[in-house]
């Protein structure tokens, strides 16, 4: 629910301790909050294209546009999900590939079509382990 996030923020400025609410922030509330630029607690296209690109920066050690296994580890890049985008199978992710993928995901997560990933669509999407 958006109003489960919004109640979370305003706990932690009445209690004035962050440290307490997010303690109950799921590891998918925190994909959103990292992710969500403008601040409307869903997740536009652009915002989850930014965010991947964040990444894969990140993980393109040598800086040539392509994720390669030794950039990844073997565990990733064995991984079906990485093997799977590889759709030239050269071995590698290019940002073409990554870029196919997430468009992809977004469509499959955005379950009402309007073009914003929310968080209950997140979390029908990414189910958080019960406890
Ligand atoms: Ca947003
Ligand atoms: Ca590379
Ligand atoms: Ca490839
Ligand atoms: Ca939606």
Known sequence: ??????????????????????AQ??????????ADANGDQALSQAEV????????VASDLDGDGILEA????EEIATHPEFTDNDTDKSGGL???????????DFQAIDTNG???LTLDELNAAYPAPQE
């Open 1 to 22: 629910m958006k109003t489960h996030i919004v109640a979370a923020a305003v706990a932690a400025i009445l209690a004035g301790s962050a440290g307490m609410a997010y």
């Open 25 to 34: 922030v799921t590891d998918v509330e925190v994909g959103l909050i990292k």
């Open 49 to 56: 294209m930014l965010d991947a690109m964040r990444g894969f």
């Open 70 to 73: 030794n950039e990844v580890g």
């Open 94 to 104: 290019t940002v073409d590939e990554v870029v196919a993928e997430k468009l992809a």
């Open 114 to 116: 309007d073009g914003l």
